[in-house]
């Protein structure tokens, strides 16, 4: 199961001023522990189903999985936000990292998958150059069904599928929306479209383990029970602890503090694995809409959150350790860590009697990334930058289902904490608004 | 050529508090003027050899790429940090968007590119196992020849190129690296490999003109000659202007008012073109590694430095924008919008009678993208949030060479304001020392 290394953040290790005595924090883990009952409680009347996506029943995703997706060569996804940035994450970390290049038999048969998240005219024009329609399946994914960008794609999506295939164009479509409401649904029901839900109460950003994640998942060989399982096991693990030992709650608390009591306005989130680099653009988003606000829940403005960033080791040491070792002490920096890699590789014995190269001739790059991280780790902990490490077991569909579901439970609680509602996203609808009377919709 | 709209910094338009006084801005600009004159000193004696790499002569790059890499399925570049950061850039913004996956008559013979960049043993091992050693060309880029993640990945692929072509590797490799010095430079002169030089002086983040980004740029079809045009034109145009004229200088001195007046310690890159976030992810060291440095040039602690972010248009606008527009007022936004796209993609007259998708039909993707970018303009600026636009004419060699050489200088300017060496990196040593100690190097 994923374990936690706190030690980092503490006094002893990052000195008074920019770490926390374990009094002051096992004080505040204290002060803040009703939260935990609070969101179950809440969970029990159905205010959070994001929290009871892992018990679902995902046949009906499985068995059109099995059925239809091999069939196909490519799988292309209309979607931006959550829609897309779930998908992204799944896919990444547990596809080949270069799915799209490798042959159908090397595929297994799965399609490939292409994730149009922009309304880019050169991106969108040069996917729909490369792609057959007629083996395309195409996944609309909008809650509302009034989002422009994919609404935008999906037209012209539907436009050519229906010019190259007449009325067998259903085939080739599969909607996810609202289970009543926006056009989308009532075009599903209409036309007897393929459709999948997006469950009631779960927003964009908590979906990826809704038919928003799955159903792109499924259609590419994952084991999308595994990624469930791995979820459930997290949520039961969070039920079951006191709230000191429920780690979701533990980080959101340090999380909080640092924020608020340390002046580290950002939060760094740095992968060590090329498959989990998506992971922490899809936790962007969670982290930054879920809290970034103007007003709390009492309706006084308090202009809140820390900001996300995503980073990726080794590759960003080469980038940004240089800043986040010297600069401003204004970063909490979250590191991800895979306690086995799916492949050991052995770099090979060569040069070595070359002082720059031998003494690597023989290890492994298992070796190499792990004491990167590591000397990472210490380098920062010696400039008083306080951070942490989430260490999964391996990357597996169970490993990524609990991270997904560990690190929006940790959103959930530290919506509390800032006391902002983590659900909703104000902040976006002035702009939208602004651009849809550009675009000539009346209001 | 680019233009800069810096409207919406001012205090007109975000207010007394979050803005500038156009009186105080031209003052400031006034006060640091003589900074152009000491970067160009700087440049006639030598000091910033970045400056000069308009101006090389790229026929040898040319000439091989022309008669090489047409022959060959794969360019696989090794390198980290700027090595592949601006290669990264210039591939994405310039080459077709799904260039890897396009088959060889597509791709107009030229070959895929693949970029290591990490030392994850499942990426690496998946890469290896997908291509053909004897159709690959692998260019190994490390100025100093002691990085040790580039080096181990090159020991990797010079063992499966012996052993699969004997005498004739040579063929496949190019060797990027330092003019005299390292162990590298010592290979190709014993062994007679093809190789090009790390002009001495010029740093990993500020090479993407040299042959570290057109090696690759070249044997990938880009028109490198246009791009340092590009690049040259941004240079005289700097170099000629007034200081109050000269847009990098301008820019600089915004960016760092910010930082150091208005408590914005975050800088948002955005451009609204999904080709052109690769360079908001180069421009994240140049700017990092440059300015985030505990250190002034007198030796005193600043602990100086904004932090860079990376964002996409329209895409982050569903993830990111929330934050930007109701969280602290803690950044300055550069959005960054190419005045045309490479195509223009009409959305198809449907749902005429839909509310929710009919004012779309018939509109432009590039009215939509245009529209989305002014609006969430407007609603960053009606909430006080400082950004300014960079805007590039197109999306073309020349246009993102100039901006590549524009990002440069202005981050070259803003090492005089920030009083810091924006040349070196000290705070990536310890973590490196600590690396190399736990593989077992003797120190």
Redesign the interface.
Known sequence: MITINFNNVLSGRVGQKHGLTRSKLNQVIKKHAHICRQIQKERQVGQLPFMDLPYQSVNAIWKLARQKARRYENFVLLG???S??GPIALHRSLN???H???DRRQRKNWP?L?IL???????????FK?IDPKKTIFNVITKS?????P??CF??A??ILKRKLGARYKNNLIVTTDPKK??LRRMVEQEKLVSFEVPPGVG?RYSVLSPVGLVPAAFTGIDIKKVLAGAAKMDRLCQRAKPGKNPAYVSSVINFLFDHKKNK??LVMMP????LKDMADWF??LW??S????YNVKGRKV???S?P?KA?G??D???????????????LIVFIEPGK?????T??S??KN????G???G???????R??K???E???T??QRPNYTIKLPN?SPESVGALFYFLELQTAYAGKLYNVNAFD????E?????????????M
Not at 291 to 294: A, D, I, N
Not at 317 to 331: A, F, I, T
Request: charged letters at 20%.
């Open positions: 931006i936000g959550g897309a940035l080949h990292p270069f799209n290049v490798l490939r292409f998240d922009n309304v880019d005219p050169e991106e969108i024009n040069a996917l490369l069904g009034t989002t422009a960008e609404v935008s037209m012209l539907l436009s926006g056009f964009g306005n950002m060590y694995s090329s498959a962007r988003q930054a809409e809290l970034g606000k103007k202009f809140t959150g900001t960033l990726l080794v590759t040491q080469h980038s940004q350790v240089q800043l986040y070792n010297e600069g401003p002490n204004d970063k890699y799916r492949t050991k590789l770099i090979p060569l040069f070359v002082p720059e190269a003494f690597l001739a290890k492994t790059f298992n070796q190499l990334i004491a990167e590591k000397g990472t210490i380098a920062l010696d400039n990357i996203q104000p902040g976006v002035a702009g939208k608004i602004a651009t849809l009377k550009l675009m000539g919709k009346k």
